[in-house]
Nanobody, 126 residues
Framework: ARLAESGGGSVQAGGSLTLSCAAS????????MGWFRQSPGKGREGVAS???????RYADSVKGRFTISQDNGANTLSLQMKDLKPEDTGMYYC?????????????????????RGQGTQVTVSS
């Protein structure tokens, strides 16, 4: 599987960004997919996940501000981010599971998915 993120950038607090992930050699909508981030001095944090049925989960830190979606026709995954805060700064990675999960695709498990992209940087200034 190959995952390629785009859409990162620098914004001021309160701004918005939409990240995209183009998948190749992988079919979106087959297994769980999601986004995680990593910031300097912090560990990896799963922020959002989506199951093939479209159900989604979010980390408490982004709930109500981030929205994950997938376009199976285009084989892409997106993350709409609004009301961004300085603590949202970090490298954002698209991730895709390599197996079926029978339960919900919890956001915190995104960091363990078998496939990930190279990341796209998001910087939020105060």
């Amino acid at each position: 599987a190959r995952l390629a993120e785009s859409g990162g950038g620098s914004v001021q607090a309160g701004g918005s960004l939409t990240l995209s992930c183009a998948a190749s050699e992988y079919t979106t909508g087959k297994y769980c997919m999601g986004w995680f981030r990593q910031s300097p001095g912090k560990g990896r944090e799963g922020v959002a996940s989506i199951k093939p049925d479209g159900s989604s989960r979010y980390a408490d830190s982004v709930k109500g501000r981030f929205t994950i979606s997938q376009d199976n026709g285009a084989n892409t995954l997106s993350l709409q981010m609004k009301d961004l805060k300085p603590e949202d700064t970090g490298m954002y990675y698209c991730a895709a599971a390599s197996r079926w999960y029978s339960g919900p695709c919890e956001a915190r498990f995104v960091i363990d998915y078998g496939f990930r992209g190279q990341g796209t940087q998001v910087t939020v200034s105060s």
